[in-house]
Structures are given as structure tokens and as C-alpha cells.
């Protein structure tokens, strides 16, 4: 349909709350859900057209995750326009579900299967993950193998519906693993705004792993995770491998291989890799995937090295680098000129990648383009960024590590 009017923001005239009793449905006090794009709901310029002074205001609820719309606007030019709105907000789930109570007992974290009463449960929790988990779309509840962990309180309120609220979730999946083990992959985790920064995230993730490890999951891995959730994840499974004895020896000769180098001038080069045994014993016990390992791996190095030894410090940046290095520009060519590329991937991060071959003496046009001094130049400068951006990134997860387990630190690598 052509706009008859300049149309206004769904930023603009949309406001998202969540109403934590019955009372606060209805109410501009009740806590606001923004900031986040509501625009991408509405069309290729997130523009509502046809209204003057239109207002929309949608509660959900913190028990039932019910939604309730409450749209005001003086004059429309098209009366049509109203139900195809009323259409694209149900789009928001903004319709009178009954609520059916999952959560039946005062544990703080419940484990269900995504079926019955709890499929239902998230089919009304969808919008609030499309708003607020980036980038997420709704799991297939129809697919066997999902599991849904809900963080409960009770409630302070006398309420006739239920006397929890839900403070948050996540959505984990359970996968074959050949021959005869299962993976389990977090897809999505929510911890509702009012209620984010208060370690429920984290006791999330605690009790996925100690799930993982009671069930004797083959590993845990995490689907397209967020920065902050990544930072989290980081600190716990770092705390984690403090106190696991067996990496113990291979971090300590790690940390003083990097003490007695020099990679300054490039002559040597230095592989910050653990033991490979040492990833799947990792794994087998802690079920940490081996690329969360690795991470973690240059983090506790990191922990180890002496802030004000510079030298060391410089050799383990030298390595962060050309571990990047070949990671992304896959310098490392095997036999038969074989590369191997990480391919970034939303499905699972561990398995996706691209190998290719390059042919010496091949058809001058399946030839790579040779590379200018300049292109180099711009590809150095990235591949820093890169690296400082990890560093960054490991320099954060080791304060927090700092300040959460100073008493695991002491039993570490005193070199
Ligand atoms: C796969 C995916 O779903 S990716 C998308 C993830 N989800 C989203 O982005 C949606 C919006 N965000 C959220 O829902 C939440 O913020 C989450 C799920 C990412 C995190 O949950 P929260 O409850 O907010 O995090 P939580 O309070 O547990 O954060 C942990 C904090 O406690 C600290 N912390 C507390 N105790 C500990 C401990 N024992 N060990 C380590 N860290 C600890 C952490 O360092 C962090 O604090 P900081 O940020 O001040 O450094």
C-alpha cells in the first residue's frame, strides 16, 4: 500500500513493559523493557503509517507471559489500517492466553522438557526473546531433545494465578554424539531486564555444566553467544580450571617457555597450545568443548605472567598474534597446499569450517590475485585490531577471575 503520510518510528510510539502483578497492567509505572529495536517488527523503515498521534503500550506479564495492547491514536486515515495493526502486534503474541502454572515447587532453578505446559511457557516468552536476545529467532519446540531451565522467586505478592514469577531462562538442546554419547548445546538464555546483574546468568550456566557433568554430557557448547555472555562463561569455566590439578604442569611449563623466549625479533616462534590429551581430559571432566578451552587456555597463561615482566608479556601477545594469524588468514598450508578456515556460524562453533586447496602450477586464472604491499599493510593493521580486541578480552575475564577466586589464584603456577 502507498503511504499516504510520513508514517512514525515504531521507536517512537511503542512502549514495551513488564508488569510484575495484575496492577501494573495498564500502568506507565510498571518497568519498561527498552532499549532495544522495535523498528525491524514494522516493515523495511520500521514506520507505522496512517495514524495521527498513535501510542501503543504493551504489558507483558512476568508470571504468565500473557500480553496485553493498549493502542490510542486521535484520527486514522484508513479504518482497515487498525486490524492489520492489531495483526502485526499479535505478531507480538499480544493475545488472552490463560496461564497454566509449570513451576510447582520453591526450587530456584526447574528443569523441564519442552513439552506440554512448558512448550507453551516459552511460545509466550517468544516475544520477549525476539526483543531482546539479538539476532534470535524461536527454537523449533516440535524438534525432540529440547530442555527449558527457568529461574523462579517467590513471589512477594499474593497472587491467585501463581506464587512464582520467572526471572529468566534458557533453552538448551541435547544432540547424538557418535557412537553413543549426547552433546548439549545452550541456544538461547534470557534473564529478564529488571533481574539482569544479579547472578542469575550465572547460576544459568553453573547448572547447565553441573548437569552436563552429573549426566555425563560428551561436552557443552553455546550457540552464537553474546559478548557479555561469552565474558561470563569465560570467568566460571576459568575458575573452574584453577582448581583442576592435571592442566597444572603443562600451564606452569607454558608460562615459563614464554619467561625464557624472545619473540621480539621474530627468529623463534612459540605454540601456546595445551597438550591435546590435556583438551579431552578437559572435556571428559569438565565438559568444556575444546575451543572454549583454548580460550580459557591463554586466559589462566595470562593469570600466570608477571604484569610488570614486559618482555614475557610481549611474547604472549607475539603469540596471540600469529595464533590469529593463521586462524584467519590460514597461513598454516598442509600437504598437498590443504587449508583449513574457521567459518563463522550460528549452528554449532566448534564443527563449522572450509577447506580448500591451492594448486602450484595451475591455470593462470585459478591463481590467488597476487597481494599488494598496501592490501598488507591494511590486513596488518586489522590483524591487530583483532589482537588487541582479544587481548581486551582475556585482560577482562582475568580481573574478574582476579577478584572471584584470589584464593584459587595463590594455588596456581609461581614462577
Ligand atoms: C546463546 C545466547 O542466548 S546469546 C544471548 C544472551 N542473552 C542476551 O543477550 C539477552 C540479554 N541479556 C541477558 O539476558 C543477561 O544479561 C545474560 C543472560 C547475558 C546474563 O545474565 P545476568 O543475570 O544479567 O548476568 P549475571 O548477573 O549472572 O552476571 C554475572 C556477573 O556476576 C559476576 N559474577 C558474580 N559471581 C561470580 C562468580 N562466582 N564467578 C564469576 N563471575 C561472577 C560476573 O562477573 C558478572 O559481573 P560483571 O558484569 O559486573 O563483571
Redesign the pocket.
Known sequence: MVPTDAGVEANECMKVFIARNPDEAGSANSTSLQPFDLNHFFGEDGKIYGYKNLKINVWISAISFHAYADISFEETSDESQISSLFFRIAGLNCFPYRYSNVVTDGNVIKHVELQGAAAFLYCRLVPLILL???G?TPIDITEHGWEMLLVVKKSAQASSSSNFLVL?FAAVHHFYHYPESTRLR??????LPP??????????LETINSISESENIYDVT?????D??Q??RS??DC?RLLTFDPIKPALCSMVSSLKETNLSKRTSSLKMVPPSDLAVTVRQKLKINKKQFLRCWEILIYLNLDAEDRKTLDNFRACIYDCIKGEILGTSTGPNGKRLVQMPSNFDEETCFAVYWTQDGGDADDQTVEQQPEDLKTQEQQLNEVVDSQMEEIVEVAK??TS?GKDKLSVSCSV
Not at 195 to 204: M, N, S
Not at 222 to 226: C, F, L, N
Open positions: 531482546l536476545v539479538e534470535s529468566g545452550i541456544s538461547q538464555i534470557l534473564v533481574y539482569q546483574g544479579e547472578g542469575h546468568g550465572l547460576r544459568l553455546i550457540e552464537d553467544p553474546s557479555y555472555l565474558y561470563i570467568s566460571i575458575l574478574n577471575v572471584r
